[in-house]
Antibody, heavy 119, light 106 residues
Framework: EVQLVESGGGLVEPGGSLRLSCAAS????????MNWVRQAPGKGLEWVSS????????YYADSMKGRFTISRDNAKNSLYLQMKSLRGEDTAVYYC????????????WGQGTLVTVSS | SYEVTQPPSVSVSPGQTASITCSGD??????ASWYQHKPGQSPVLVIY???KRPSGIPERFSGSNSGNTATLTISGTQAMDEADYYC?????????FGGGTKLTVL
Protein backbone atom coordinates (compact mmCIF):
# COMPACT_ATOMS: atom_id res chain seq x y z
CA GLU A 1 0.00 0.00 0.00
CA VAL A 2 1.33 3.41 -0.99
CA GLN A 3 1.81 5.65 2.02
CA LEU A 4 3.08 9.20 2.31
CA VAL A 5 3.37 10.55 5.83
CA GLU A 6 4.27 14.19 6.42
CA SER A 7 5.72 15.54 9.64
CA GLY A 8 7.50 18.57 10.99
CA GLY A 9 4.68 21.08 10.97
CA GLY A 10 3.93 23.36 13.88
CA LEU A 11 3.83 26.92 15.13
CA VAL A 12 6.66 29.19 14.07
CA GLU A 13 7.18 32.93 14.41
CA PRO A 14 7.36 35.19 11.36
CA GLY A 15 10.86 35.14 9.95
CA GLY A 16 11.49 31.71 11.39
CA SER A 17 12.39 28.43 9.74
CA LEU A 18 10.91 24.96 9.63
CA ARG A 19 11.78 21.67 7.95
CA LEU A 20 9.04 19.38 6.75
CA SER A 21 9.54 15.69 6.03
CA CYS A 22 7.57 13.16 4.04
CA ALA A 23 8.20 9.47 4.64
CA ALA A 24 7.29 7.23 1.71
CA SER A 25 6.53 3.52 1.72
CA UNK A 26 4.80 0.89 -0.39
CA UNK A 27 6.41 1.90 -3.69
CA UNK A 28 9.80 2.46 -5.31
CA UNK A 29 10.41 5.98 -4.08
CA UNK A 30 13.44 6.53 -6.29
CA UNK A 31 11.31 6.09 -9.43
CA UNK A 32 8.94 8.97 -8.75
CA UNK A 33 9.08 12.73 -8.93
CA MET A 34 7.80 14.25 -5.70
CA ASN A 35 5.90 17.42 -5.01
CA TRP A 36 4.86 19.69 -2.17
CA VAL A 37 1.41 21.26 -2.41
CA ARG A 38 -0.17 23.52 0.20
CA GLN A 39 -3.60 24.78 1.14
CA ALA A 40 -3.96 27.94 3.17
CA PRO A 41 -7.05 28.30 5.37
CA GLY A 42 -10.09 28.96 3.20
CA LYS A 43 -8.02 28.88 0.02
CA GLY A 44 -7.42 26.44 -2.80
CA LEU A 45 -4.58 24.07 -3.56
CA GLU A 46 -1.29 25.74 -4.40
CA TRP A 47 1.66 23.87 -5.87
CA VAL A 48 4.88 24.65 -3.99
CA SER A 49 7.76 22.69 -5.48
CA SER A 50 8.81 19.51 -7.26
CA UNK A 51 11.95 17.40 -7.40
CA UNK A 52 12.77 14.76 -9.98
CA UNK A 53 13.52 11.18 -9.05
CA UNK A 54 17.28 11.75 -9.05
CA UNK A 55 17.13 15.35 -7.77
CA UNK A 56 18.41 16.59 -11.13
CA UNK A 57 15.43 18.84 -11.78
CA UNK A 58 13.96 21.09 -9.13
CA TYR A 59 11.23 23.68 -9.57
CA TYR A 60 9.51 26.18 -7.29
CA ALA A 61 6.48 28.38 -7.42
CA ASP A 62 7.58 31.99 -7.83
CA SER A 63 6.47 33.05 -4.34
CA MET A 64 8.65 30.36 -2.73
CA LYS A 65 11.84 30.85 -4.72
CA GLY A 66 14.78 31.73 -2.50
CA ARG A 67 12.93 30.88 0.71
CA PHE A 68 12.05 27.20 0.30
CA THR A 69 14.40 24.34 -0.57
CA ILE A 70 13.18 20.92 -1.63
CA SER A 71 15.37 17.85 -1.30
CA ARG A 72 15.10 14.09 -1.09
CA ASP A 73 17.03 11.11 0.21
CA ASN A 74 16.23 8.05 -1.88
CA ALA A 75 18.15 5.80 0.50
CA LYS A 76 15.79 6.86 3.29
CA ASN A 77 12.66 7.07 1.11
CA SER A 78 12.18 10.60 2.31
CA LEU A 79 11.26 14.00 0.90
CA TYR A 80 12.01 17.30 2.62
CA LEU A 81 11.03 20.94 2.45
CA GLN A 82 13.25 23.45 4.23
CA MET A 83 11.37 26.69 4.72
CA LYS A 84 12.93 29.96 5.89
CA SER A 85 11.89 33.58 6.25
CA LEU A 86 8.38 32.35 6.90
CA ARG A 87 5.46 34.75 6.60
CA GLY A 88 1.88 34.69 7.79
CA GLU A 89 0.75 33.83 4.29
CA ASP A 90 2.77 30.61 4.46
CA THR A 91 0.30 29.31 7.03
CA ALA A 92 -1.19 26.23 5.40
CA VAL A 93 -1.52 22.49 5.38
CA TYR A 94 1.41 21.13 3.42
CA TYR A 95 0.95 17.92 1.45
CA CYS A 96 3.51 15.76 -0.29
CA UNK A 97 2.38 13.99 -3.44
CA UNK A 98 4.04 11.78 -6.02
CA UNK A 99 3.90 11.73 -9.81
CA UNK A 100 5.57 9.74 -12.53
CA UNK A 101 7.34 12.66 -14.17
CA UNK A 102 6.72 14.33 -17.48
CA UNK A 103 3.35 16.04 -17.46
CA UNK A 104 1.63 13.43 -15.38
CA UNK A 105 -0.78 13.58 -12.49
CA UNK A 106 -0.34 13.50 -8.72
CA UNK A 107 -1.72 10.08 -7.94
CA UNK A 108 -1.06 9.72 -4.20
CA TRP A 109 -1.07 12.35 -1.50
CA GLY A 110 -0.12 12.35 2.13
CA GLN A 111 -2.46 13.43 4.93
CA GLY A 112 -0.75 16.79 5.30
CA THR A 113 1.02 18.67 8.07
CA LEU A 114 -0.11 22.05 9.38
CA VAL A 115 2.30 24.97 9.46
CA THR A 116 1.17 28.03 11.38
CA VAL A 117 3.22 31.21 11.13
CA SER A 118 2.26 33.56 13.92
CA SER A 119 3.73 35.53 16.79
CA SER B 1 2.37 32.37 -16.27
CA TYR B 2 -0.32 29.92 -17.28
CA GLU B 3 -3.65 30.00 -15.49
CA VAL B 4 -6.72 27.79 -15.46
CA THR B 5 -10.08 29.06 -14.29
CA GLN B 6 -12.94 27.24 -12.59
CA PRO B 7 -16.34 28.44 -11.42
CA PRO B 8 -16.30 28.95 -7.63
CA SER B 9 -19.39 26.88 -7.07
CA VAL B 10 -21.76 24.42 -8.72
CA SER B 11 -24.99 23.06 -7.28
CA VAL B 12 -26.74 19.86 -8.26
CA SER B 13 -29.68 17.82 -7.06
CA PRO B 14 -29.07 14.23 -5.98
CA GLY B 15 -29.23 11.87 -8.95
CA GLN B 16 -28.66 14.62 -11.48
CA THR B 17 -25.57 15.38 -13.56
CA ALA B 18 -22.98 17.89 -12.39
CA SER B 19 -20.51 19.49 -14.76
CA ILE B 20 -17.48 21.44 -13.61
CA THR B 21 -15.44 23.33 -16.16
CA CYS B 22 -11.79 24.35 -16.26
CA SER B 23 -10.71 26.94 -18.79
CA GLY B 24 -7.26 27.82 -20.01
CA ASP B 25 -5.55 28.87 -23.22
CA UNK B 26 -5.23 25.81 -25.46
CA UNK B 27 -5.87 23.57 -22.44
CA UNK B 28 -7.01 20.83 -24.81
CA UNK B 29 -3.48 20.54 -26.17
CA UNK B 30 -2.28 19.14 -22.83
CA UNK B 31 -3.57 16.61 -20.34
CA ALA B 32 -5.85 17.76 -17.55
CA SER B 33 -6.36 16.03 -14.22
CA TRP B 34 -9.05 16.43 -11.58
CA TYR B 35 -8.90 16.06 -7.80
CA GLN B 36 -11.63 15.72 -5.21
CA HIS B 37 -10.90 17.31 -1.85
CA LYS B 38 -13.10 16.91 1.18
CA PRO B 39 -12.54 18.87 4.44
CA GLY B 40 -9.98 17.26 6.69
CA GLN B 41 -8.93 14.73 4.09
CA SER B 42 -6.21 14.45 1.47
CA PRO B 43 -6.99 15.30 -2.15
CA VAL B 44 -7.96 12.30 -4.27
CA LEU B 45 -7.23 11.94 -7.97
CA VAL B 46 -10.52 11.24 -9.79
CA ILE B 47 -9.60 11.85 -13.46
CA TYR B 48 -6.21 11.86 -15.18
CA UNK B 49 -5.08 12.26 -18.77
CA UNK B 50 -8.36 14.03 -19.52
CA UNK B 51 -10.62 10.98 -19.41
CA LYS B 52 -9.11 8.15 -17.36
CA ARG B 53 -10.37 7.02 -13.96
CA PRO B 54 -7.97 5.62 -11.35
CA SER B 55 -8.82 2.29 -9.82
CA GLY B 56 -11.54 2.65 -7.22
CA ILE B 57 -13.11 5.80 -8.66
CA PRO B 58 -16.79 5.24 -9.52
CA GLU B 59 -17.85 5.15 -13.16
CA ARG B 60 -20.11 8.15 -12.59
CA PHE B 61 -16.98 10.32 -12.77
CA SER B 62 -15.89 11.17 -16.32
CA GLY B 63 -13.82 13.82 -18.03
CA SER B 64 -13.25 15.52 -21.34
CA ASN B 65 -10.83 18.12 -22.66
CA SER B 66 -10.99 20.00 -25.93
CA GLY B 67 -10.13 23.45 -27.16
CA ASN B 68 -9.78 25.71 -24.15
CA THR B 69 -11.96 23.77 -21.74
CA ALA B 70 -11.69 20.62 -19.67
CA THR B 71 -14.84 19.30 -18.04
CA LEU B 72 -15.44 16.99 -15.10
CA THR B 73 -18.83 15.33 -15.24
CA ILE B 74 -20.47 13.48 -12.38
CA SER B 75 -23.49 11.47 -13.46
CA GLY B 76 -26.09 10.42 -10.91
CA THR B 77 -24.49 12.68 -8.31
CA GLN B 78 -24.60 11.39 -4.75
CA ALA B 79 -24.44 13.23 -1.47
CA MET B 80 -20.96 11.77 -0.90
CA ASP B 81 -19.73 13.64 -3.97
CA GLU B 82 -20.10 16.98 -2.21
CA ALA B 83 -16.56 18.35 -2.10
CA ASP B 84 -14.16 20.83 -3.63
CA TYR B 85 -12.87 19.85 -7.06
CA TYR B 86 -9.64 21.10 -8.61
CA CYS B 87 -8.41 20.83 -12.15
CA UNK B 88 -4.70 20.59 -12.75
CA UNK B 89 -2.59 21.34 -15.78
CA UNK B 90 1.04 22.13 -16.53
CA UNK B 91 2.90 25.33 -17.31
CA UNK B 92 6.14 24.10 -18.77
CA UNK B 93 7.59 22.15 -15.83
CA UNK B 94 5.40 23.53 -13.06
CA UNK B 95 2.05 22.33 -11.81
CA UNK B 96 -0.93 24.63 -12.14
CA PHE B 97 -4.14 24.20 -10.15
CA GLY B 98 -7.42 25.87 -10.84
CA GLY B 99 -8.96 27.86 -8.03
CA GLY B 100 -11.31 25.03 -7.13
CA THR B 101 -15.06 24.51 -7.44
CA LYS B 102 -17.27 23.77 -4.46
CA LEU B 103 -19.83 21.18 -5.47
CA THR B 104 -22.99 21.32 -3.39
CA VAL B 105 -25.47 18.47 -3.58
CA LEU B 106 -28.87 19.67 -2.47
Amino acid sequence: EVQLVESGGGLVEPGGSLRLSCAASGFTFSSYRMNWVRQAPGKGLEWVSSISSTSSYIYYADSMKGRFTISRDNAKNSLYLQMKSLRGEDTAVYYCARDLGGKSHLDYWGQGTLVTVSS
Amino acid sequence: SYEVTQPPSVSVSPGQTASITCSGDKLGDEYASWYQHKPGQSPVLVIYEDTKRPSGIPERFSGSNSGNTATLTISGTQAMDEADYYCQAWDSSTVVFGGGTKLTVL
